[in-house]
């Protein structure tokens, strides 16, 4: 049977993959957005704020080639979902009695580890489940899917956060066992009980279903090795050239990052749920644009939607350190949603345009890694330096100069991007996709 020919049982993902997807998603979006309020109440400064940050960057990133090989070589790739999703997610409830901001570092690396092994795996394993003629159709139903429960989430977890009196009802109406389940802390400290119970309980379900999966029959056949990570970035071409590009714009971009928190929480006062309606508007414009520009892409080319994506997050930071209100950051969330679904998107085509068939998988393990690694160093350098600012200019103008500087160097990076090179031709460009959606406009209204 040929590609072309589409075999009725590969059609359509089956429901179990949206179910586990969504389940995990809306795990993600009860406790993701409110972690660094998280830490930082406890009383981080900006270079511990910077090192949370940069585990958080590169833990899940790191192993993802060697879980992703390992998975490939002894098979059951979902019993390898399902123990990514399980601890990892179950670490969360460690959180509630982490006592330090060091404590949390150490948890949140060790949940970052446990995480990598359940992203590479599930992607495999839904790849596998798709016939290469519906890949782009079957993977943007699932995104949507899985970032709709992402949003959902984050309001409802921002909706229970704000509300102080519910953990005093539950404690009460459960009697002894409510003061277990729920012991009186700090205010600040009881709002992320439920969030994070129930985080737990939507993994453990996740990671169950997730072992009902059927998978695809394996090719047992031929060596399986890992993924070539020095290989490929000492090889040259096209791949190599992407890789280092990317690390310019990566190093400004992850610089800003352990600093937002601070403006929303500190400068403007912001509750957990405005935290969460910003987090939600952002995952929202990833929904809404993901699919157009990703249909996009195929007709102008990748680098073009690459620099746009990255162009437009210079925005981000400078919104920030300008914010006098809370409209500022919701505008600041909107743009970088857009310019995520933008650069994302054409980033992963990007890799597998220039990456051999057999290969793709490694080349965005790698691509991660890599990036990973420099996320890294962004977010630590930029906390380690703002706070060595703290005793000149005070924590507001540090942070107000470590935003400055990484928008200045977004700016300058995402030019960078224009010297990458599109391994084949496109049908339009971007100048005349633009002219045609405004002359389409005029028509149209002319007709009205």
């Known amino acids: 049977m040929s590609e072309s020919q589409t075999p009725p049982a590969a059609e359509k993902l089956p429901s179990s993959v949206y179910l586990v997807g969504s389940l995990t998603q809306f795990a993600q979006g009860l406790y993701t957005p409110f972690l660094s309020a998280y830490v ?46 399980l601890t990892g997610l179950f670490v969360v409830y460690l959180f509630l009695w982490a006592a330090t901001p060091l404590d949390m570092i150490v948890l949140y690396t060790i949940q970052s580890i446990l995480l990598s092994v359940q992203i590479p795996t599930w ?27 992402l949003l959902l989430a984050t309001l409802v977890s921002g909706l229970i956060m704000v509300s102080p009196s519910l953990i005093p009802y539950l404690r009460s109406l459960w009697g002894g066992l409510g003061s277990v389940m729920f012991p009186t802390v700090e205010a600040w400290r009881e709002a992320y009980y439920l969030p994070f119970y129930l985080t737990v309980m939507t993994g453990i379900a996740a990671a169950v279903l997730s072992l009902m999966i059927r998978e695809k029959p394996r090719n047992n056949n031929g060596k399986r090795v890992f993924p070539p990570v020095l290989k490929l970035l000492t090889r040259p071409g096209d791949f190599r050239k992407f890789c280092f590009t990317a690390t310019f714009f990566s190093f ?39 699919v157009p520009l990703g249909k996009l892409s195929d007709r102008v080319g990748r680098v073009p939607l690459i620099f ?68 890294l160093f962004g977010s630590l350098i930029s906390g380690l330096v703002g706070q060595a600012l703290v005793p000149y200019f005070g924590n507001h103008d540090a942070v107000f100069i470590m935003l400055a500087v990484s928008t200045v160097l977004r700016f300058i990076a995402s030019f960078v991007y224009l010297n990458l090179r599109e391994p084949r031709a496109y049908p339009s460009d971007i100048w005349t996709e633009c002219r045609a959606l405004v002359h389409r406009r005029r028509h149209d209204s002319d007709a009205v």
């Open 252 to 290: 400004s971009m992850s610089m800003a990052w352990p600093f937002f928190i601070i403006v929303q929480v500190e400068w403007l006062n912001n509750t957990l749920l405005e935290i969460a309606v910003a987090s939600a508007i952002s995952t929202a414009m990833t929904v809404a644009f993901t």
């Open 40 to 85: 930082y109440d406890m009383g981080a400064n900006l270079a511990e704020m910077g090192v949370f940050r940069s585990v958080g960057n590169i833990s899940p990133t790191v192993l993802q080639p060697a879980w992703g090989a390992m998975s490939d070589r002894v098979g059951h790739t979902k019993a390898f979902v399902a123990f990514g999703t």
């Open 308 to 375: 746009i994506g990255r162009f437009l997050l210079f925005f981000v930071p400078l919104l920030y350190l300008v914010a006098v209100d809370t409209s500022m950051i919701y505008l600041s969330n909107a743009i970088a949603g857009a310019a995520t679904a933008a650069s994302v998107n054409g980033n992963t085509a990007y890799i597998y345009d220039v990456a051999p068939e057999t290969e793709r998988g490694s080349h965005v393990a790698v691509y991660n890694t890599f990036t990973g690694v420099v996320f």
């Open 123 to 149: 992607l495999s394993l839904v790849g596998a489940l798709i016939h290469p003629s519906r890949r782009g159709t079957e993977l943007g139903r699932l995104g949507m899917a899985t970032n709709v429960a």
